[in-house]
C-alpha cells in the first residue's frame, strides 16, 4: 500500500529564483526554467548534498555542524506572498527579495503542507517538503531598499506564510508553467498523550 496518497491539488510554478551568493545577498535572481539535481539547483546559495546547521535544528546539533541538507529550496505560494504584501503595505512583494527558489500558485494553506509532502512536477521531477520556513529579518533590508519601510514589516506579515523548504528526491528539469502535484502522508495527525 502507497505511503503516499496522490490529492486533487494541481498547482503551478509561476516563478523560479536562483541565490548565487547568500553572503553578499539573499535576493534570488528570476530564472525561466531550472535544472533541479539530487544537490538542489546547480550553483544555488542554499544547494549541496549536506550543509551546516543553523538555528532552526540548534536543539538537536551545535551551530555549524554538517547535516544532511533538507533545505535546498524556498518554495513559497503566489497567495500567501500576495497575503504578506498586503500587509506589508504593497500592491506585490517580488519573490526575489525574499530569496525564494520556487513560487508555486494554486495549493491551499501551503505554508502548513505535513512534512514529507511531496511536489511533483508533470515531467517527473519532485520535491519533498522539510518543513515550514519560519520567517525571519534577513529579507527586511533587501525589501527596505526597493520599499523603504515595508522591509520592517515583513517577519509579523510572513508569520504562517512564509512557505517550505524542501529537498530535491527525483531530478528533472522544470520551467514556469509547470504543473505541479500534491501529495501528502497517508497517516493521521500525530497526536502525543
Request: neutral net charge; contains cysteine; aromatic residues 4%.
Amino acid at each position: 500500500m502507497p505511503a503516499l496518497a496522490p490529492t486533487g491539488f494541481t498547482g503551478t510554478i509561476v516563478w523560479i529564483g536562483h541565490v548565487p551568493d547568500r553572503d553578499k545577498a539573499l535576493s534570488s535572481t528570476k530564472m525561466d526554467t531550472a535544472e533541479l539535481t539530487f544537490a538542489g539547483i546547480p550553483g544555488e546559495a542554499h544547494g549541496g548534498l549536506t550543509r551546516p546547521s543553523c538555528s532552526r535544528v540548534v536543539s538537536q546539533y551545535p551551530k555549524g555542524t554538517e547535516i544532511r541538507n533538507t533545505r535546498q529550496l524556498s518554495v513559497v505560494s503566489a497567495e500567501e506572498l500576495a497575503e504578506i504584501a498586503a500587509d506589508c503595505g504593497l500592491d506585490a512583494l517580488d519573490p526575489a527579495l525574499v530569496g525564494a527558489s520556487l513560487v508555486i500558485s494554486g495549493i491551499p494553506d501551503f505554508t502548513h503542507l505535513p512534512p514529507s509532502s511531496r511536489l511533483q512536477i508533470a515531467e517527473g521531477a519532485t520535491l519533498v517538503v522539510d518543513m515550514e520556513n519560519r520567517p525571519c529579518h534577513l529579507p527586511a533590508k533587501p525589501i527596505n531598499a526597493a520599499h523603504a519601510g515595508a522591509g520592517d514589516k515583513f517577519k509579523a506579515a510572513a508569520k504562517d506564510k512564509r512557505g517550505v523548504t524542501a529537498w530535491v528526491e527525483r531530478e528533472g528539469k522544470i520551467k514556469i508553467g509547470d504543473a505541479v502535484r500534491l501529495h501528502v502522508p497517508d497517516q493521521r495527525a500525530w497526536r502525543a498523550g
